[in-house]
């Protein structure tokens, strides 16, 4: 790598992020010889999060209050189900005052329309971080991708999730040769050492607590509609009578399906399903060094965070196949099956796999480990860097 992209200045607009999205900053800083400026917005990070990223960043982590709002938000339903407008009056202002040589963005709308803004007026190079494929925006009004066509063509590189992500920004008009993958990760390190910290003893505990038996499948994520756990609870209760006390299913986490899920489980007499409720970020390892199986049953998600988590605490995943993670993170038979959460008999299938191969679950899970260890924070900013590099070099090369 250069000089110039050793000491590139760049301010990365972006409204909302959690925790996992920390080690990438830091290691993008680093990699700019500590250039990065990251402007969000703090009503909306939570407040563990902002002190993060001020301990990471320092000065150049800033938070805005403020922001100007129409319509509710949009996250946790599925995707293009709302519209929603959020704006800061003095982003513009701010982002001009870092004096960046290269904008960052994440998604079309929202903070990154300022971005885009200031790429239009100033003439900075722009980088678009993107998520979305096409099954989650297979319901996109025509408007929607109107506009995202249309920014698109104002943006200099793209940085994708994965395949599924790439080949849906070709398809809005973004050059292949503009595009670099591999942006969003989980914090897999330190996950992974939280998780190998988790003596035995208390594995033992928690599943003494929780009454475990047998093998233990664990979700974690919220209970909400998109998220696939109403289809796997009846099929489910399919498999438990068949299998009897030979598995247990655990879900972490909380939303608005929760009493109707538990209240299926009393009606159907379902004896090996656990209902944790919300666990804190700094204590859910304990969860993954308990399980046996991670189970990811969505019906739309851009890239399941929790599924490289689960791989870095060495797990096993079964993973739908309606998650854009599947084709880089789950190998079939390697380290877990994916599945069609949408076709019981689908969801039968791979939990029996599971039953029928238990001698070789950990085995698979040490799979997961080697394959999510290539997604990892440095190399999330490596690609991140690569895309900027390539909009400097984009913008020069039009001068």
Not at 106 to 124: I, M, Y
Not at 361 to 374: N, T, V
Request: charged share 25%; with cysteine; hydrophobic share 40%.
């Amino acid at each position: 790598m250069g000089n110039r992209e050793n000491t590139l200045r760049i301010t990365w607009v972006t409204r909302s992020f959690l925790d996992y999205r920390i080690p990438v900053y830091e290691a993008l800083d680093k990699l700019v010889s500590e250039n990065l400026c990251l402007i969000f917005s703090k009503e909306y990070v939570p407040e563990r999060v902002y002190a993060k990223a001020r301990k990471t960043l320092g000065e150049r982590a800033i938070g805005l209050s403020g922001e100007w709002k129409i319509g509710s938000e949009d996250r946790g339903g599925f995707a293009n189900s709302k519209l929603s407008f959020r704006f800061h009056p003095a982003l513009l202002k701010i982002i001009g005052q870092t004096k960046p040589e290269v904008l960052i963005g994440d998604g079309f709308f929202k903070w990154s329309f300022a971005a885009l803004l200031h790429r239009l007026l100033r003439q900075v190079p722009l980088v678009i971080c993107y998520e979305r494929t096409f099954h989650t925006e297979r319901n996109a009004q025509w408007y929607r991708t109107l506009f995202r066509r249309a920014v698109v063509k104002a943006t200099d590189a793209m940085c994708c999730n994965g395949k599924l992500s790439e080949e849906y920004c070709q398809w809005l008009g973004m050059d292949p040769g503009r595009i670099t993958y591999g942006h969003m990760v989980a914090d897999t390190k330190g996950l992974a050492r939280k998780a190998s910290d988790v003596h035995s003893i208390m594995v033992q505990r928690l599943r003494s607590e929780c009454q475990i038996s047998g093998t233990l499948f664990l979700y974690v994520g919220s209970l909400s509609p998109r998220k696939g756990v109403e289809q796997l609870l009846k099929t489910w209760a399919l498999f438990e009578a068949k299998h009897g006390n030979g598995a247990t299913f655990m879900l972490v986490g909380d939303g608005e399906l929760r009493n109707e899920l538990e209240e299926f489980c009393k009606e159907r007499g379902l004896k090996g399903v656990r209902f944790v409720g919300t666990v804190d970020y700094e204590k859910v390892a304990e969860y993954y060094a308990a399980a046996d199986v991670f189970i990811m049953p969505t019906l739309e998600d851009n890239w399941s965070l929790v599924v490289p988590e689960a791989m870095a605490c060495g797990l096993p995943v079964l993973c739908s196949k309606y998650n854009g993670c599947w084709p880089e993170l789950v190998h079939d038979g390697i380290n877990g099956w994916v599945l069609d959460p949408l076709k019981p008999d689908d969801i039968l299938r791979v939990l029996e796999l599971c039953i029928d191969n238990r001698k070789k679950l950990k085995s698979m899970g040490e799979q997961s480990r080697e394959i999510g260890s290539h997604f990892s924070p440095e190399n999330a900013a490596k690609s991140i860097l690569e895309a900027c590099t390539i909009a400097l070099n984009i913008q020069k090369g039009q001068a």
